[in-house]
């Protein structure tokens, strides 16, 4: 259930709690009523539906948790723990008034527990997304996210949530090309699955293949083999100030290769290392 609907619904949900709450706060609060039986109708109905609305977000909610593999963020125990309560407020309520008449004079405080529960839950979620969306900011939630919702900005909270726990991210952002990002990608997944899901792999990826690739070359057929192989994806004094022996160097290359070979292609190799051990030593002379 993607969360807007489930907000929607939820806002449906607690119009309905309230409907059975006044009808019944309606029945045995006031002295004017004329028509008891009907509220009493009323709120049976409504509280009825109340707990069949309640019994699908629990069934959907605790099959969306089969997605969290790691320690559950603090809004989400409280959402938890707050369904838990209305879940049993709810239970003892409808045992009370099937089972034990006897104790009905506790039915009333005990529905306006669990709609206290209820408007709190409904609150911290979907009033969390409302705002969220009302800023114009990503909202992550564990659930199946459709190719068409690819967002840059999810992509990057996911990056950020996700990656950071076994990667320093700065040497993870270097630039790459999409063919090579899809390919980190697929084994970071096979790798942390099911820490992370397919879907969420795939809003990291439109992400960093949106903002992370090497910049075309625009410079003139006679620049040098460095511009055109290597400052589509660096900056030209992070390359220059380094000092390296030419083995090394072709160690380096080789790992940009299997960043990006259409970039840095495997026989421009040695080529490339024999300008930059050149360029060194004549900055060092």
Not at 82 to 90: D, K, S, Y
Not at 246 to 262: H, V
Request: proline share 5%; net charge neutral.
């Amino acid at each position: 259930m993607h969360p807007s609907v489930s907000s929607i619904v939820s806002i449906l949900f607690l119009l309905i709690g309230a409907v059975a709450l006044y009808s019944m706060m309606t029945k045995l609060g006031s002295q004017q009523t004329s028509h008891p039986s009907l509220h009493s109708k009323l709120h049976k109905f409504a509280g009825w539906i109340f707990i069949v609305l309640f019994l699908v977000f629990f069934i959907v909610m605790l099959g969306r948790l089969r997605n969290y593999w790691e320690e559950l963020p603090s809004r989400l125990t409280l959402h938890i723990v707050l369904a838990l309560v209305l879940f049993l407020l709810l239970l003892v309520k409808v045992t009370i008034a099937r089972f034990f008449p006897s104790l009905a004079k506790n039915l009333f405080l005990l529905g306006l527990g669990a709609y206290i529960a209820a408007f709190t839950l409904v609150g911290i979620t979907g009033g969390y997304y409302l705002i969220r969306r009302f800023e114009h900011l990503p909202y992550i939630y564990h659930a199946e996210l459709p190719e068409q919702m690819l967002d840059e900005r999810l992509g990057k909270e996911l990056f950020i949530s996700k990656c950071s726990t076994c990667h320093m991210l700065k040497d993870v952002m270097k630039p790459r090309s999409e063919e090579a990002w899809e390919k980190v990608a697929n084994e970071m997944f096979l790798l942390a699955e099911p820490r992370i899901t397919a879907d969420e792999i795939g809003q990291i990826l439109y992400y960093l293949t949106s903002t992370h690739v090497p910049k075309p070359f625009t410079g003139s057929e006679d620049a040098s083999i460095v511009e055109k192989h290597c400052l589509p994806c660096h900056e030209a004094k992070d390359i220059y100030e380094k000092r390296f022996s030419r083995a090394a160097w072709m160690e380096i290359l080789e790992e940009m290769n299997g960043y990006g070979p259409e970039l840095v292609p495997k026989e421009k190799l040695p080529e490339i290392a024999d300008f930059l051990e050149r360029t060194q030593k004549l900055v060092r002379d």
